[in-house]
Antibody
Framework: QVQLQQWGAGLLKPSGTLSLTCAVS????????WTWIRQPPGKGLEWIGE???????KYKPSLRSRVTMSVDTPKNQFSLRLTSVTAADTATYFC???????????WGQGTLVTVSS | QSVLTQPPSVSGAPGQTVTISCTGS?????????VHWYQQVPRAAPKLLIF???NRPSGVPDRFSGSKSGTSASLAITGLQAEDEADYYC???????????FGGGTKLTVL
């Protein structure tokens, strides 16, 4: 059974850096797009970006200047860094596994990240 | 303002059928990009319900079905059950935005 377990700091100050990591177990790490999606409180879903096991990444255009994703293939982990955070970045952040044209079929449990002074 | 448009809410009595629409444009659904549907109950991660317009992942009841036509897609839920009460999101890709796009979500209430 594929499982995604994520962790990272839940409270940040404005201008700080968000850092989250997601560990994948129970399945292959190759052949998928490892994805981050966020959801502001009470609002809808927003794709942040994706990375494959080779480290090839693609980011949401409006976040591209602040986002970096990385992958640690031997550990089956991938990470998200978002710099210069503001209150607008307050959201629950989810990691997810995506196969081409098959949607996000496995999700992490979500991490609520609050940006507040 | 979401790129994909969904009704904010729908409702139905147990046993009834409801349909949730997802309207896009020529740069996403109309361009042939596939549509996926997710179900999200409060305080939980979304769950993949339909992928590739019409396909159900293993374990999803056949009461859930997806369709696509032109620039729109739909999710139909037959034989409504209380446990179906949740938020539902459609998702596709938009070539002009170079971005995944989601609908704003539809809250299903089972009366």
């Amino acid at each position: 059974q594929v499982q995604l377990q994520q962790w990272g700091a839940g409270l940040l100050k404005p201008s700080g850096t968000l850092s989250l990591t997601c560990a994948v177990s129970g399945g292959s790490f190759g052949g998928y797009y490892w994805t981050w999606i966020r959801q502001p409180p009470g609002k809808g879903l927003e794709w942040i970006g994706e990375i494959n096991h080779w480290g090839t990444s693609k980011y949401k255009p409006s976040l591209r200047s602040r986002v970096t994703m990385s992958v640690d293939t031997p550990k089956n982990q991938f990470s998200l860094r978002l710099t210069s955070v503001t209150a607008a970045d307050t959201a629950t952040y989810f990691c997810a596994r995506v196969a081409k044209d098959r949607g996000a079929d496995y999700w992490g449990q979500g991490t609520l990240v609050t940006v507040s002074s | 303002q979401s790129v994909l448009t969904q009704p904010p809410s729908v409702s139905g009595a147990p046993g009834q059928t409801v349909t949730i629409s997802c309207t896009g444009s020529s740069s996403n659904i109309g361009e042939g990009y596939v549509v996926h549907w997710y179900q999200q109950v409060p305080r939980a991660a979304p769950k993949l319900l339909i992928f590739g317009n019409t396909n159900r992942p293993s374990g999803v009841p056949d009461r859930f079905s997806g369709s696509k036509s032109g620039t729109s897609a739909s999710l139909a839920i037959t034989g409504l059950q209380a446990e179906d009460e949740a938020d539902y999101y459609c998702q596709s890709y938009d070539s002009s935005l170079s971005d995944w796009v989601f609908g704003g979500g539809t809250k299903l209430t089972v009366l």
